[in-house]
């Protein structure tokens, strides 16, 4: 609306009342109506008005509405904040329901449903509206049809609230079984984990003390045996080819002494003694005994005198100890 025809509202008003019928609106002048508190009277009958605006319900200050003859097909939710509407004039439009919150309107005395194709509960809570007493009648019953309309939403949106309060409670228990499952996983995998560190610690340490019980076992064993056991240490750690070497020598030197007394027994016990290979080694046997006979003197005197010698020192002995 132009500022023109803000400024022509002025001359519609007549006292309380703002008379805006036939001036073929489509559309309510809501913010133009606002500044005009003193208006509780409006008369929007004979337009072309398909709907009211949300904000329209704003305009607190009203007592009676003229909407008759519009083409009005809904109300805006909001209507039931007219706390101080008192009449209300829907007759002839296209009008099936009406919002739930008309329950709020507790001072509504006059209401006028006529020539609306109203849906068949409604309708007959409206009644007929042919003359003043059956529109007050109308209000009151509409009134009553729309509180049981509102009690059974406000029962529907508590059963509705009420569902949903019981799953967001059932949804938190299963939450917290999760949140408790999880956490005693977790200390479970904790204890297991220190479970494990521990018998790993408790192996370290049973390894680290055998090593050193084996290593103060070699310690004793090495003071328990000395320098005996330092020299075979020292034979044992000789080198094994050298060893090896000097066994192998070993072996063909007593190989070559049981050759020639093989040959030397031939030649003395059996009839090759007078071959001439067995003539030297004939000679070198009985020069060989010679020898050992002269030797085996030789050896009878030496422990003779050595057994002459022990006898006078341990005399000696004695007598000095006396």
Same mark, same amino acid.
């Given at each position: 609306?132009?500022?023109?025809?803000?400024?022509?509202?002025?001359?519609?008003?007549?006292?309380? %009342?703002?008379?805006?019928?036939?001036?073929?609106?489509?559309?309510?002048? !809501?913010?133009?109506?606002?500044?005009?508190?003193?208006?509780?009277?409006?008369? =929007?009958?004979? $337009?072309?008005?398909?709907?009211?605006?949300?904000?329209?319900? $704003?305009?607190?200050?009203?007592?009676?509405?003229?909407?008759?003859?519009?083409?009005?097909?809904?109300?805006?939710?909001?209507?039931?904040? =007219?706390?101080?509407?008192?009449?209300?004039?829907?007759?002839?439009?296209?009008?099936?329901?009406?919002?739930?919150?008309?329950?709020?309107?507790?001072?509504?005395?006059?209401?006028?449903?006529?020539?609306?194709?109203?849906?068949?509960?409604?309708?007959?809570?409206?009644?007929? *509206?042919?003359?003043?007493?059956?529109?007050?009648?109308?209000?009151?019953?509409?009134?009553?049809?729309?509180?049981?309309?509102?009690?059974?939403?406000?029962?529907?949106?508590?059963?509705?609230?009420?569902?949903e309060r019981e799953l967001e409670k059932k949804k938190e228990?299963?939450?917290?079984?999760?949140?408790?499952?999880?956490? %005693?996983?977790?200390?479970?995998?904790?204890?297991?984990?220190?479970?494990?560190?521990?018998?790993?610690?408790?192996?370290?340490?049973?390894?680290?003390?055998?090593?050193?019980?084996?290593?103060?076992?070699?310690?004793?064993k090495k003071k328990r045996n000395g320098p005996a056991a330092?020299?075979?240490?020292?034979?044992?750690?000789?080198?094994?080819?050298?060893?090896?070497?000097?066994?192998?020598?070993?072996?063909?030197?007593?190989?070559? =002494? =049981?050759?020639?007394a093989g040959a030397a027994a031939a030649c003395q016990l059996?009839?090759?003694?007078?071959?001439?290979? *067995?003539?030297?080694?004939?000679?070198?046997?009985?020069?060989?005994?010679?020898?050992?006979?002269?030797?085996?003197?030789? !050896?009878?005197?030496?422990?003779?005198?050595?057994?002459?010698?022990?006898?006078?020192?341990?005399?000696?002995?004695?007598?000095?100890?006396?």
């Amino acid at each position: 609306m132009s500022k023109s025809k803000v400024l022509n509202l002025k001359d519609k008003i007549n006292g309380n %009342e703002m008379d805006l019928s036939l001036c073929n609106l489509t559309e309510v002048p !809501v913010k133009e109506l606002a500044a005009f508190p003193k208006a509780t009277v409006l008369d =929007l009958s004979c $337009n072309n008005i398909t709907s009211l605006p949300p904000e329209f319900c $704003n305009l607190t200050h009203l007592i009676k509405v003229d909407l008759s003859k519009n083409q009005l097909t809904s109300l805006p939710e909001e209507l039931g904040n =007219l706390g101080n509407l008192q009449h209300l004039d829907l007759y002839n439009n296209k009008l099936s329901v009406l919002p739930v919150s008309v329950s709020q309107l507790r001072s509504l005395k006059w209401l006028d449903l006529k020539d609306n194709p109203l849906e068949p509960t409604l309708a007959k809570a409206a009644g007929d *509206c042919l003359d003043e007493k059956q529109c007050k009648q109308c209000a009151s019953k509409v009134l009553q049809h729309m509180r049981a309309i509102q009690e059974e939403v406000d029962r529907t949106r508590e059963k509705r609230l009420l569902r949903e309060r019981e799953l967001e409670k059932k949804k938190e228990a299963k939450q917290r079984e999760r949140e408790a499952k999880e956490r %005693e996983a977790r200390k479970r995998e904790k204890a297991e984990e220190k479970e494990k560190r521990r018998k790993e610690y408790n192996a370290q340490m049973a390894a680290a003390a055998a090593q050193e019980q084996q290593k103060k076992r070699k310690e004793e064993k090495k003071k328990r045996n000395g320098p005996a056991a330092d020299k075979k240490a020292v034979v044992e750690s000789a080198p094994k080819p050298r060893r090896s070497l000097i066994g192998l020598l070993f072996k063909l030197l007593l190989l070559l =002494l =049981l050759g020639l007394a093989g040959a030397a027994a031939a030649c003395q016990l059996t009839d090759l003694r007078k071959e001439a290979a *067995c003539v030297p080694i004939n000679v070198a046997v009985d020069d060989s005994l010679s020898w050992a006979r002269v030797q085996e003197g030789v !050896v009878r005197q030496l422990v003779q005198n050595l057994s002459s010698m022990a006898k006078e020192l341990l005399e000696s002995t004695q007598a000095s100890k006396n």
